[in-house]
């Protein structure tokens, strides 16, 4: 069974973490002009991103993984990761042949007992496993689930190339929709109580975070909205990634001063074990206080 598994517990709800993938990443493939030593001096001032979530050398520590939201009623997938035999210009992806779906069912989460699969936004990491691949053709690899995307976002990416001209909707998204499975939606829709979507735009036009609430508590997974907790540190720092960066940052600005209450727990999507902390106030910045 895959050790990295993680759980949260935010009143009555369950949130488990099952990834796919755990790799350093150069700062200079998320982020333009802001290179290892750049990383270093910032956490030389913000301390508490070592050891987590950066490295001795500089690098970037991230993962790649999916959220089970658990409610009792309903189980909610958020984010599919890369997923398994797609045709992929990036190397490390190019089909996969990983465990997850065994690391799901080891969770407790078989695909068929999934009632509700979230997008935060259409990019190849985070829809791939919405499809696997099935005597040629794809197929949903949730059977039972209802696919929620942003509507917004479904209509970009519908028309517009993927980033590395990869065939993400085509292998990953409109499979689900020829399915008949696919609820198009607001960027402020409910999906159920107690999980709701917040828009967190600007990395993409119909990005959202995910809001979890209940017993009086909060959680919040985060989406690209923020990569890496060197973005709560320096917030100004926006993905090359990004769709429109100022966007992004005043996105990021805005969601935290409402989550940096010193008790909302921040689960990044792509941030490295332990992967969430409390976020709050740190001077003119913010910190993500994390438990060992």
Not at 53 to 60: A, K, M, R, S, T
Not at 168 to 195: H, K, M, N, R, Y
Not at 254 to 271: M, S
């Amino acid at each position: 069974m895959n050790t990295d598994i993680l759980t949260w517990s935010v009143g009555g709800i369950t949130i488990t973490s099952v990834p796919e993938s755990s790799t350093p990443t150069s700062p200079k493939f998320m982020f333009k002009g802001f290179d290892r030593t750049a990383v270093l001096e910032l956490a030389e001032k913000a301390t508490w991103l070592q050891p987590h979530f950066v490295d001795e050398n500089g690098y970037l520590l991230q993962k790649i993984h999916c959220c089970i939201i658990d409610t009792g009623d309903y189980r909610i997938a958020v984010d599919t990761c890369v997923g398994n035999d797609k045709q992929r210009g990036n190397p490390l992806w190019h089909e996969s042949q990983g465990p997850f779906l065994e690391d799901l069912v080891d969770a407790g989460y078989a695909p068929d007992t999934i009632t509700h699969v979230v997008c935060t936004h259409l990019h190849v990491d985070h829809v791939g496993w919405n499809t696997r691949l099935v005597d040629g053709e794809w197929i949903p690899t949730f059977p039972n689930a209802q696919y929620v995307f942003v509507k917004e976002e479904f209509d970009h990416w519908s028309v517009t190339e993927d980033l590395f001209g990869d065939p993400v909707f085509e292998d990953s998204v409109a499979p689900i929709t020829d399915a008949g499975l696919a609820d198009l939606v607001s960027q402020d829709f409910e999906l159920c109580p107690g999980v709701s979507f917040q828009s967190t735009p600007g990395h993409t036009p119909g990005h959202v975070s995910v809001v979890i609430q209940d017993q009086g508590k909060r959680a919040i997974i985060t989406g690209d909205m923020t990569h890496s907790p060197i973005q709560i540190a320096n917030p100004e720092l926006s993905s090359s990634f990004d769709t429109d960066p100022d966007l992004a940052r005043q996105s990021r600005y805005d969601a935290f001063l409402d989550w940096a209450d010193g008790e909302t727990l921040v689960i990044g999507t792509h941030f490295g074990s332990p992967t969430a902390g409390i976020l709050k106030r740190d001077g003119d910045s913010y910190s993500l206080e994390v438990n060992e």
